[in-house]
């Protein structure tokens, strides 16, 4: 019955953004809020993660929290330039997944690090 009647809300919600005149400016704003809530969500979940572990990251050494942080950077930017990067084509989307493959594989040989000898 819940399956039912959640098809059912959004189904009217989609025949109000397809029908009311405005409606797909509204539903812009509201992606736009509730993406904006995700990201402040996932930047107090980070600052908090750090804040916790802040000891830990001072213990890695310079040249393996360089290492983290510029996989992190990595991430970052591959994610802000994926719409470019899969407009180009397969080459676009490959060198995006190299990207997210090498940030992934550098983290993990820091976690290794950090569990061998931290």
Do not use: K, Q
């Not at 809530?37 to 929290?65: K, N, P, Q, T």
């Not at 970052?76 to 594989?105: F, K, Q």
């Amino acid at each position: 019955m819940s399956a039912a009647r959640n098809v059912g809300i959004v189904l009217v919600l989609a025949a109000a953004v397809a029908f009311i005149p405005g409606g797909g400016t509204t539903a812009s704003v509201v992606g736009a809020v509730l993406s904006t809530l995700i990201l402040v969500s996932l930047v107090f979940f980070v600052a908090r993660l750090y804040r916790d572990h802040r000891l830990d990251l001072e213990m890695l050494g310079d040249r393996w929290r360089g290492l983290l942080y510029g996989a992190v950077a990595v991430i970052v930017l591959a994610m802000a330039a994926r719409p470019r990067l899969r407009s180009e084509g397969d080459g676009g989307t490959i060198v995006w997944i190299l990207l997210l493959a090498g940030a992934a594989y550098a983290i993990y040989l820091v976690w290794r690090h950090h569990r061998e000898y931290g």
